[in-house]
């Protein structure tokens, strides 16, 4: 039974769900920031699923990364699975602007998050939920 890891829990929103991920947005308005979950269990690392699952995950990530360029038109897309803090495999697309307050590093420690007010919360979620569905 898949189970969100606390840590994801607190820091994101659920978007949408796809054929294998849980689709997060990222509880940081420096960023457009989402967070793609395989909804498996026991999943910790990218070599855990197997073939059919890691190809899955691919199209997957790929369809958040047109999904962001469509929305937010940035400078890049960022795509990062590290899982030092958080065990649960999970993969960060991230996009990047070359005026954000990481730029040119990576986000991580870079500037303190920034919570999105109300209105801009329900903003970027209704924008994803319709580029994303």
């Known amino acids: 039974m898949f189970v969100l890891h606390p840590r994801l829990e607190a820091d994101t929103i659920a978007i949408t769900d796809w054929p294998l991920c849980r689709v997060l947005l990222m ?3 420096n960023y457009p920031w989402l967070v793609l979950v395989p909804r498996r269990d026991g ?3 990218l070599t855990d699923l197997g ?3 890691r190809a899955a995950l691919m199209e997957e990530v790929t369809r958040a990364s047109e999904g962001l360029r469509v929305h937010a038109r940035p400078d890049r897309i960022n795509v990062a699975a590290l899982g ?3 065990p649960q495999l999970h993969v960060h697309v991230i996009a990047r602007f070359t005026t954000d307050a990481a730029w040119p590093k990576p986000v991580w420690g870079a500037a303190p998050s920034q919570p999105y007010t109300d209105e801009a919360l329900t903003n970027r979620l209704m924008e994803l ?5």
């Open 27 to 29: 509880k940081d308005a």
């Open 43 to 45: 999943v910790n690392e």
């Open 51 to 53: 073939p059919e699952h």
């Open 84 to 86: 030092n803090m958080v």
């Open 129 to 133: 939920r319709d580029i994303l569905k």
